[in-house]
C-alpha cells in the first residue's frame, strides 16, 4: 500500500471557483504533514504546513483528521497563477526527517 | 542567490553505460537528499545525508550509488544505466532547523532518459 494516497486528478475548474484536494496516508505514525505545490518541469516548493487544528493562509486552508488518517485542501477563489500539482506530503520523524510523497493532484484553472 | 544546483539538466544515456548527478548546495546544509519522480509514483527517496562522510539508503537504492565527500557536494552515480532508471531525479537540502518545521529545499531537477 502506498504511503501517500491522492486523487489524481486532472480536476478542471474556473476562476473564482472553491476546490478541494483531499489526501490519506497509511502510517498512523506519520507526524507531520504538508501540502507542496509543483509548476509543470519544475521543483516542489512547500506551499503549507498541516496542523491538527487546521489552518489558513490567504485563500488556502489546510485541515487533518488524525483519526480517519486524511488531510485536506482547500482553495477559495481560485486564481489563474493557481494552476500546478499539488503533493501531499507526511514524514515520520525519523533521523533525517524524510518525506513521503503522493503521486500529485493537478489542477488546471480556467479563464 | 544558487541554492541548490544540479547538473547536468538533461540528459540521455543508452543501456549500460554509466553517469554521475551531481547537487551542489551553498547554503551550508548538513541534509542532502536525492529523490526521483516517476508517472503515478511520486518522489520517491533514493538515498540521502545526515553531514559529511556519510550516507543512508532510502526507499528505491537499487541501481544508485551516493559519495558526500564535501559537505556541499552529494553525488548519485548510475554505474550501468537502466531504461526502469529514465526518470526526473531531484536532489535536496536542510539543515536541522529547517528540519524542525520539515522544510528541503529543492534542486530544479535533472531529466534522465536510458535509451
Known amino acids: 500500500r502506498k504511503e501517500v494516497e491522492q486523487d489524481p486528478g486532472p480536476f478542471n475548474v474556473p476562476e473564482g471557483a472553491t476546490v478541494a484536494f483531499n489526501c490519506t496516508y497509511s502510517?498512523?505514525?506519520?507526524?507531520?504533514f504538508f501540502w507542496y505545490r509543483q509548476d509543470c518541469r519544475k521543483e516542489p516548493k512547500l506551499l503549507m504546513s498541516?496542523?491538527?487544528s487546521g489552518n489558513e493562509d490567504g485563500r488556502f486552508t489546510a485541515q487533518l483528521n488524525r483519526a480517519s488518517q486524511y488531510i485536506s485542501l482547500l482553495i477559495r477563489d481560485s486564481k489563474l497563477s493557481d494552476s500546478a500539482t499539488y503533493l501531499c506530503v507526511v514524514t515520520h520523524q525519523t533521523g533525517a526527517n524524510n518525506l513521503f510523497f503522493g503521486t500529485g493532484t493537478r489542477l488546471t484553472v480556467i479563464p | 542567490n544558487a541554492g541548490v544546483t544540479q547538473t547536468p539538466k538533461f540528459r540521455v544515456l543508452k543501456t549500460g553505460q554509466s553517469m554521475t548527478l551531481l547537487c551542489a548546495q551553498d547554503?551550508?546544509?548538513?541534509?542532502m537528499y536525492w529523490y526521483r519522480q516517476d508517472p503515478g509514483m511520486g518522489l520517491r527517496l533514493i538515498h540521502y545525508?545526515?553531514?559529511?562522510?556519510?550516507?543512508a539508503k532510502g526507499e528505491v537504492p537499487d541501481g544508485y550509488n551516493v559519495s558526500r565527500l564535501k559537505k556541499q557536494n552529494f553525488l548519485l552515480g548510475l554505474e550501468s544505466a537502466a531504461p526502469s532508471q529514465t526518470s526526473v531525479y531531484f536532489c535536496a537540502s536542510s539543515t536541522l532547523k529547517a528540519l524542525a518545521k520539515n522544510i528541503q529545499y529543492f534542486g530544479a531537477g535533472t531529466r534522465l532518459s536510458v535509451l
Open positions: 502510517n498512523s505514525a506519520s507526524q507531520s
Open positions: 545525508s545526515v553531514g559529511e562522510g556519510t550516507t
Open positions: 498541516v496542523y491538527s
Open positions: 547554503m551550508n546544509h548538513e541534509y
